[in-house]
């Protein structure tokens, strides 16, 4: 993907490691885990901006929503950095609610491309704004957690935060 060079960014901890932020003046535009994604964009020509108000209000909402305090996250996002059917994929991802899980087939249906599922599966992988855009939350037709660009340990550490076994 492409990403603006207008964007700012800062890292920020988690208890599943730390955490690549980065917003633009419409709202937050990317949260990687640092380590581990693989599509995670190297942001040495965005201005490193910790004190930015969008970042900051990322880093206090993933604090909450790990403490067990928040259960929707209340950000603006820019999610314009994909193609079309990404971002179609990515809006309906934020309609799944917090401690709920669903198919990848469903969600092509939710999408309306019912056939698309190897597509939805890998527009979800390439989802920019991990945990606040619930991709974690997509499993498998037969229950089994199936890839998580974070690592499946993160998958299954944030599915358990929302009290999923």
């Known amino acids: 993907m492409k990403y603006s060079d207008s964007l700012v960014c800062s890292r920020t901890d988690s208890p ?3 955490l690549l932020l980065a917003a633009s003046e419409a709202g937050l535009a990317g949260a990687w885990f640092v380590e581990r994604q693989r599509d995670t964009p190297d942001p040495a020509r965005w201005a490193q ?9 990322a880093t206090t909402e993933l604090a909450e929503y790990f403490s067990g305090r928040r259960q929707h996250f ?9 193609t079309a059917f990404q971002q179609a994929v990515w809006q309906a991802l934020l309609g799944i609610g917090f401690g709920q899980t669903i198919h990848y087939g469903e969600l092509a249906r939710r999408i309306g491309r ?15 704004v991990s945990i606040i855009v619930p991709c ?7 229950g089994s957690l199936t890839g998580y660009a974070g690592g499946l340990d993160r998958k299954m550490a944030l599915l358990r935060v929302e009290g999923i076994a």
């Open 114 to 128: 019912p056939k698309a599922v190897r597509a939805v599966g890998a527009a979800v992988g390439r989802n920019p």
């Open 74 to 82: 209340d950000l603006p996002l820019d999610l314009t950095h994909g």
């Open 49 to 57: 901006a910790p004190g930015h108000p969008m970042l900051q209000q």
């Open 16 to 18: 599943l490691g730390p």
């Open 136 to 142: 974690h939350r997509v499993i498998g037709a037969n």
